[in-house]
């Protein structure tokens, strides 16, 4: 089972790019990325999911190096409703992405 | 789509009586996971569903939970007897697949708010 380690917590100003690390140093090879989002009083919410290289959305970017042992969820021009939880979980298909760390808490600051 | 509907949305009962809590997944997804968040412990994976059938229980906490599926809209989840350290809110959510190279998200209700006193 694929350990993620990030940042406990953030804080960004309104209309800064904001880029949240996750580290994933015993990824296996079937593993994907998998970024969630959890506001206050709901459930968390699927922003993104990579397996290498770059992936693109409308909420969000997620960049993966080549050796796939991190990946950062790329938030632009973050406004004050970016303020939330986000999760990264690592896995395959099967039942080992299913667990959530503890999160980043991104506080956006007016 | 409705997404996953989870009943009641807020739960406030004494110590020992039952509570049953409600989740309607999403309609074509055969994967169901319920899992309890609190402040200390975070999201912990509870119990999981694959076409109805469970499939690892392993993170229930104590023998007073209970989780059943009886067809493919709809599940509950039971505690019996309820304690005050059962407070939590309990998320339910689904998906499509139950394996195979394709990696589908979760899909979560907006939880049921359990306070026990």
């Known amino acids: 089972l694929a350990k993620t380690t990030q940042p406990i917590s953030m804080d960004s100003y309104e209309g800064q790019e904001v880029n949240i690390t996750c580290s994933h140093n015993n990824i296996a090879t079937n593993d994907y990325i998998t970024w969630y989002q959890q506001f206050p009083s709901q459930g968390p919410r699927f922003i993104i999911q990579?397996?290498?290289t770059k992936v693109t959305n409308e909420v969000a970017s997620l960049f993966i190096p080549a050796d796939r042992k991190s990946s950062t969820l790329s938030l632009p021009r973050v406004s004050l409703s970016d303020t939330a939880v986000y999760y990264c979980l690592v896995g395959d298909s099967g039942a080992n992405n299913l667990f959530f760390g503890t999160g980043t808490r991104l506080t956006v600051i007016p | 789509d409705a997404g996953v509907i989870q009943s009641p949305r807020h739960e406030v009962t004494e110590m020992g009586q039952e509570v049953t809590l409600r989740c309607k997944p999403i309609?074509?997804?055969?994967?169901l996971f319920w899992y309890r968040q609190t402040m200390m412990r975070g999201l912990e994976l509870l119990i999981y569903?694959?076409?109805?059938?469970?499939?690892?229980d392993s993170g229930m906490p104590e023998d007073r939970f209970s989780a059943k599926m009886p067809n493919a809209s709809f599940s509950t989840l039971k505690i019996q007897p309820s304690e005050p350290r059962d407070s939590a809110v309990y998320f339910c959510a689904s998906r499509y697949g139950t394996g195979g190279s394709y990696n589908s998200p979760l899909h979560f209700g907006n939880g049921t708010r359990l306070t026990v006193t």
């Open positions: 569903f694959n076409n109805n059938v469970p499939i690892d």
């Open positions: 990579g397996y290498k």
């Open positions: 309609s074509g997804h055969n994967s």
